[in-house]
């Protein structure tokens, strides 16, 4: 079948020829009658303007200076001694590249082999000879039509098959194919022998066609015409349409790469569809005007299109570890998923792949990077198939996180989950938002995901405040789970600073408001830890006013517009010895502060809620001024605390934890007389390290930090004794202290 396929095209291209046959002429260089070699062949690809174009004549190679004749008599009819460009025309053929004879001129008589149109410019070492007026020129190398003698006994050669995807640059990796594709195909056109000039080896074909065969190649299931026959040369296209018929990645002027699935007036394809999914072979053939030809076959299985996206993939957390920084992200759970890619953006703008799928696998969910940046960095996530054409999800949130050189750091947790309300995109990266203000106040931040946090792998205590971010989840979604109540509960009572935004979070967790959603705990929570009281819904006001006597009295913002609008705020009041920071107006308030202690510990904490999501306060500017309130307000970063100044310790001290022995967890007491770089951390009777519990530098007080009994990674340690290790280096530049307590597990 496949020899039955070569006889028929060269019975064609014969057949073809014949019906072409014009007249011919000889060369326009000596010796005339003699063959010449090209270096430029009709319709190959050219990349010497913007855009590319289609050559319109023959680059015949001839020595520099040398003279040039015209092929045919007539009358010149154009000249030009400008540039590269020269030329001299007679009748309806241009000869380029020629310095014009200072003898001739327009309207002259020339006469074919005798009269010296000019020559041949230095440094081209050819002439560009064009058969036809500018928009309708054509082959000079056709069969018994142009240049004669013509010899060329040597064969076109393709050297690559390649498909994609229709109209885009999205390659099949393997020779499974789906839905429309591009048969993209790399030949050289010989027109010398293998010792030659590469420039006479790499030239644009004449024609070039495909078929698809059954899997023995014994019969034909699709060709674009009845031979398969998709271009032939004979005379000029449309420079418009000269990146549909090459691939403009592969092509330029030594490199022509056709998609032979296009047409020389627009896009088209091959529609896998319309055949049975099966196995095949794509038959591509090319030949030159002398009849020389070269065939390659390619096997091919068509496949139904897989167009079904992974889903987006969820963060669990971005933070910061010893030797840099820990990311971690819950696996999705597609049967064909191929892996992620990881993008990283040190403004939230500007973003780079950081690692692929070929490292981060459909089996890998984290990443450890050693490097320590002494700035923020933020992170998206998307997930991609094993499709013949990969399909990609949306990108996941962004999440971020900053290490090195801070004195605090706060953790950022996004609990924002709902695309039903004001915001409707599959994500967002709103904690970008916080952070930014976050870092303005040289404090440095990790993020967690909401569910993470409830997993009990992470200790909020070693955190100098926690910033709860609920955006428009309202109630819709669920602002605050049972665990996640009891989890702020045990952090506020052990003296915790909490930061709390979002809207309708009070409507969400008051029965009064929520009678079919809401409990008498989550009203317990809102009133006794929040301590606020649902008073009524505000979907028009979009002001956050100062209230007189609070550290946020300076305060004046619009919010709730940008990047989304929200479609309602909760109006609150203070209960509990709560009171109102911001308000509507003077006796409507939309935010709540609270400095004070709760529960059995008597531990003092605070707390700032906004019944609004911070991220829609409407410039950077003011968010950067109200985070200055809020972590003045938690004391972290300077200002005057309320109530009476407790008393600075005398000297450092890791004092006994409580309760020990125990299980599953122990309370941590140290205590510092001066501002020091604290080390606080777990290791076995081995002296192997365990777990980090705190790295930064805190001014002088008495602290205390929860071990749940984890190491690292999040993993539960075995029952036996383990060592807690206190390291400060005062920031007086004193010598450094370590202290050392017996810790007893039990099980």
Not at 366 to 381: G, K, P
């Amino acid at each position: 079948m496949r020899e039955y396929i070569r006889n028929w095209i060269i019975l064609f291209s014969l057949f073809s020829a014949f019906v072409m046959a014009q007249s011919t002429f000889p060369w326009p260089v000596t010796p005339f009658n003699q063959n010449h070699e090209i270096t430029g062949t009709f319709c190959e690809y050219r990349s010497t303007s913007a855009n590319g174009h289609f050559h319109n004549g023959t680059d015949i190679p001839k020595a520099d200076f040398s003279p040039v004749y015209p092929v045919r008599d007539g009358r010149v009819v154009s000249l030009s001694t400008v540039g590269s460009n020269a030329f001299v025309r007679v009748d309806n053929v241009a000869y380029v590249h020629i310095a014009p004879s200072a003898s001739i001129s327009v309207g002259d008589s020339v006469f074919a082999g005798t009269t010296v149109l000019g020559t041949i410019l230095s440094g081209l070492g050819h002439v560009h000879f064009t058969n036809g007026f500018v928009g309708s020129e054509i082959n000079s190398m056709r069969p018994a039509d142009g240049f004669a003698p013509l010899t060329d006994t040597w064969a076109p050669i393709i050297r690559s098959i390649d498909f994609y995807q229709n109209n885009t640059d999205i390659r099949f990796p393997t020779n499974e194919l789906s839905g429309l594709v591009d048969i993209i195909v790399k030949v050289d056109e010989q027109n010398g022998p293998p010792t030659t000039f590469l420039s006479r080896r790499n030239n644009g074909i004449y024609k070039i066609g495909f078929q698809v065969l059954t899997s023995d190649s014994d019969s034909v299931v699709f060709a674009p015409s009845a031979s398969g026959l998709k271009y032939q040369f004979d005379s000029k296209p449309s420079n418009t349409y000269v990146n549909t018929v090459f691939y403009r990645p592969q092509s330029s002027t030594t490199s022509h790469t056709y998609q032979v699935t296009n047409s020389t007036v627009g896009d088209n394809w091959w529609n896998t569809t319309n055949i049975p999914i099966d196995e095949y072979v794509v038959m591509v053939f090319a030949e030159d005007t002398r009849g020389n030809a070269d065939t390659m076959y390619v096997s091919v299985t068509t496949t139904e299109a897989d167009l079904v996206a992974p889903q987006t993939p969820v963060f669990r957390s971005v933070t910061e570890t010893d030797s840099g920084m820990h990311i971690s992200w819950y696996p999705n759970t597609e049967d064909d998923l191929l892996g992620y890619q990881l993008d990283f953006s040190f403004d939230n703008v500007t973003w780079t792949l950081f690692r692929d799928e070929a490292v981060l696998t459909d089996s890998t969910d984290e990443l450890f990077v050693n490097q320590i940046l002494n700035q923020e960095v933020y992170f998206r996530l998307k997930a991609l198939d094993r499709a013949p054409i990969a399909n990609e999800s949306p990108y996941s949130d962004v999440f971020g996180m900053s290490n090195g050189d801070f004195s605090r750091k706060v953790l950022i947790v996004d609990g924002f989950d709902r695309i039903t309300g004001g915001y409707s995109e599959s994500s967002h990266d709103f904690m970008a938002d916080v952070a930014a203000a976050v870092i303005a106040q040289g404090t440095s931040f990790d993020t967690y995901s909401n569910e993470a946090v409830t997993a009990d792998v992470l200790d909020v205590n070693t955190y100098g405040a926690v910033m709860w971010m609920l955006g428009d989840e309202s109630t819709a979604g669920e602002t605050f789970s049972a665990d996640e109540q009891e989890l702020l509960k045990a952090y506020l009572d052990s003296g915790g600073n909490l930061f709390v935004s979002g809207s309708d979070i009070a409507r969400d967790l008051d029965p009064d408001a929520n009678p079919l959603g809401a409990t008498e705990d989550d009203e317990l929570f809102l009133n006794t830890y929040l301590k606020a009281d649902f008073v009524d819904t505000d979907s028009i006001s979009g002001a956050a006013i100062g209230i007189t006597g609070t550290l946020f009295e300076t305060v004046d913002v619009d919010f709730g517009v940008f990047p989304y609008r929200i479609s309602s705020s909760d109006v609150v009041a203070p209960v509990n010895d709560g009171f109102a920071v911001l308000g509507y107006s003077d006796t409507t308030f939309n935010a709540i502060g609270y400095d004070g202690s709760v529960g059995t510990s008597g531990e003092p904490f605070s707390m700032v809620y906004f019944a609004f999501p911070f991220e829609t306060i409407s410039t950077a500017d003011d968010r950067i001024a109200v985070m200055s309130e809020v972590l003045e307000f938690f004391d972290q970063i300077g200002g005057v605390e309320s109530g009476a100044a407790p008393a600075i310790p005398s000297e450092f001290a890791l004092l006994p934890n409580f309760p020990n022995p125990f299980n599953p967890s122990t309370t941590l007491v140290y205590q510092l007389p001066e501002r020091a770089r604290v080390q606080l951390g777990i290791y076995n009777v081995l002296g192997q390290r365990v777990r980090l519990l705190r790295n930064e530098t805190i001014t002088a007080g008495r602290y205390e930090t929860l071990w749940n009994g984890r190491d690292d990674s999040g993993q539960q340690v075995g029952s036996g004794l383990y060592f807690v290790r206190l390291e400060a280096i005062p920031s007086s530049g004193g010598s450094a202290i370590q202290q050392y307590r017996k810790v007893l597990l039990v099980k």
